[in-house]
């Protein structure tokens, strides 16, 4: 902030997306013999990774392991032609559309596992994996902007 807008250090307080939360959730539903549940939740578009998230659930797939994927978010128009072909020719991986609120909660509490593979450029400090971590779930992403900071301790992994 200083070299782009010629702020004064003493001036600026870094406050982290996490202080936007509110108390953890200790209602984390795990429904025994389901298999993995995967999930993402976002922007889908090209940056933010949901294709690497197709491919991940397909992996899992191809070398036996039950997995449920579950994708939430609001597509962004040029992800649409892409994101149509994948989850037409992808029957394991459920698209919820945009969730907001208690919907959104559910969904977080649904997973083992929320996946952010994000290539987004500008990536700072994906509130997304505050909130997943919040209701209890393991998240893995990749290492991008504060990303490393968020998981670092021990809640997740980054890829």
Not at 47 to 59: H, L, Q, T
Not at 67 to 82: D, H, K, L, M, S
Not at 84 to 109: C, M, N, T
Request: glycine share 10%; hydrophobic share 40%.
């Amino acid at each position: 902030m200083r070299r782009s807008y010629g702020v004064d250090p003493r001036n600026v307080h870094v406050v982290s997306n996490a202080a936007f939360l509110g108390s953890p959730s200790a209602d984390h539903s795990d429904p025994v013999g389901t298999g993995i549940r995967i999930g993402f939740l976002s922007n889908i578009s090209v940056e933010k990774g949901f294709m690497e998230f197709f491919d991940i659930a397909s992996r899992l797939r191809e070398r036996g392991v039950a997995v449920e994927a579950r994708i939430a978010g609001p597509v962004v128009p040029e992800a649409r032609p892409i994101f149509d072909e994948l989850i037409g020719s992808s029957p394991h991986v459920q698209y919820l559309g945009p969730l907001y609120g208690d919907s959104k909660q559910a969904f977080y509490r649904s997973l083992d596992i929320f996946v952010f593979p994000t290539r987004y450029p500008n990536e700072a400090e994906p509130l997304v994996l505050h909130e997943a971590m919040q209701s209890g779930v393991h998240s893995i992403a990749t290492s991008r902007g504060a990303i490393v900071e968020i998981l670092g301790g021990g809640y997740g992994s980054r890829i």
